[in-house]
């Protein structure tokens, strides 16, 4: 059980960068791989990037691979997403989610648990 809550949308223009937080409560945060999935007005939840437990590996889309960085610290039970290059297609609800299992997983059923969401817009 670990309850996920997400911080640090906000509204940017294209090409700026941001970075997401999301803060997890509960036992044993370092048992959980983690992901962030984002998804826009009448879109499916798409995959955006995943960290395994320790942190050593790390998973992207290719809408973002090269532009955005996962990373956590297990001492702060916190995981980041950096966002930098931000385009308009960019703009979603962003969401933090936790896999009790290995990690690097790309679709959204395979995660336990979910934060509330925290909107990014990008404007053109």
Known sequence: ??????????LVQAGDSLRL????SGRTFSNY?????????GKERDFVAAITRTGGTT????????R????????????YLQ???LK????????CAADRGYGLRRSQY???YWGQGTQVTVSS
């Open 83 to 85: 966002m930098n290059s």
């Open 1 to 10: 059980q670990v309850q996920l809550v997400e911080s640090g949308g906000g």
């Open 88 to 95: 308009p297609e960019d703009a979603a609800v962003y969401y």
């Open 21 to 24: 937080s999301c803060a997890a």
């Open 59 to 66: 998973s992207y889309g290719d809408s973002v691979k090269g």
């Open 110 to 112: 395979d995660y336990d």
């Open 68 to 79: 955005f960085t996962i990373s956590r610290d297990n001492a702060k039970n916190t995981v």
């Open 33 to 41: 791989a983690m992901a962030w999935f984002r998804q826009a007005p």
